[in-house]
């Protein structure tokens, strides 16, 4: 920090400017809050009625003369005098309901949802009566079903499963039509209904049920055989647990013709149905029994007889 230099005369006009401006900042500041005279017209507090006080004592009395009650006669007068208001509170009846409990109103009404009718579907033009035959077995050949009705046409054809087939027209009353053995081949309903090329004109539905065949309830345990190829099938009923031999050409429980025998497997065709069966090689028989156990090729020459 620089130090003022007191020779230089303008550095001293300086100082001597800024001490007298301080002391006239502080003359003001004492005549502002304390000031330079006393007051001679001090008033002393004093009690009511207090005997030792003088009246030289008092406030001197100032040439104000008080007002008499000739001069409050006029408006003055008029205005301070007291108004006499008459006044009743007005009865107010008692709340009928209870103010705490506000109004809720009612929940919307929903409509209900106005569901139109189904439209009737309309008669078809031809009736489809019956199918003959209405049952079959799966897995069967190919069979010719005869279709009965009315008011038949050249022009229909017969659909099944929405497949069209090959179609005969017999009579009015009448048609025939062959069905595939492929068509058959699995159980399950079939939608047999009669349609023209051009869809305008159509019959109602029916239904061809496909049943599952009956299958031979055996199980194939073993094999007895010779040089000669007179093989003998060792089969178990699994009804009755009754062990049964069997060759080729025998008929298995009256209904299943044994067509081949092998180490593998037995096959047998439903007589009634020319339906093909195959009866697989198993060791899960009985435990102990020789007899249900899979059996080599007899090699000796008097095993034959």
């Known amino acids: 920090m620089q130090i003022t230099d007191i020779r230089n005369p303008s550095e001293r006009k ?12 502080v003359v003001l500041l004492w005549w502002t809050f304390v000031g330079f005279g006393t007051n001679s017209n001090k008033v002393i507090p004093t009690k009511a009625g207090d005997p030792k006080l003088s009246t030289s004592n008092r406030a001197p009395s100032t040439n104000v003369q008080s007002q008499t009650a000739i001069e409050l006669k006029g408006d003055l007068l008029e205005q301070v005098r007291p108004i006499n208001y008459d006044y009743s509170v ?11 409990v506000f109004y809720e109103p009612p929940p919307p009404l929903v409509k ?8 009737p579907t309309p008669t078809p033009p031809v009736l489809l009566a019956s199918l003959a035959p209405a049952n079959v077995y799966a897995r069967t050949s190919d069979f010719t079903l005869e279709i009965s009705g009315d008011r038949f046409t050249p022009q229909l054809k017969v659909l099944i499963d929405n497949n069209e087939l090959p179609t005969r027209y017999v009579s009015p009353q009448q048609i ?4 595939p053995a492929a068509v058959i081949a699995n159980p399950g309903g079939r939608l047999i209904m009669l349609r023209s090329s051009d869809g305008k004109v159509y019959s109602n539905s029916a239904t061809l049920s496909v049943a599952a065949p009956p299958t031979p309830n055996y199980t194939y345990l073993g094999i007895i055989g010779t040089r000669r190829r007179i093989d003998t099938a060792i ?19 009256g209904r299943f013709r044994v067509t081949s025998i092998s180490e593998k497997e037995v096959i047998v065709v439903d007589n009634n149905l020319k339906i093909r069966h195959t009866l697989a090689f198993s060791n899960q028989g009985d435990r102990g029994n020789p007899m249900q156990r899979p059996t080599p090729r007899v090699e000796g020459e008097d095993d034959e007889l």
């Open 14 to 25: 300086k100082l001597i400017g800024a001490g007298v401006l301080g002391i006239l900042a």
């Open 90 to 100: 007005p009865s107010v009846p008692e709340a009928k309901r209870n103010i705490f």
């Open 112 to 119: 209900p949802s106005v569901i139109p009718p189904p439209t």
């Open 176 to 179: 025939s039509v062959t069905v």
């Open 235 to 253: 089969l178990q009923d699994k009804a009755n647990k009754e062990i049964v031999n069997v060759q080729r050409g025998d008929l298995l429980g």
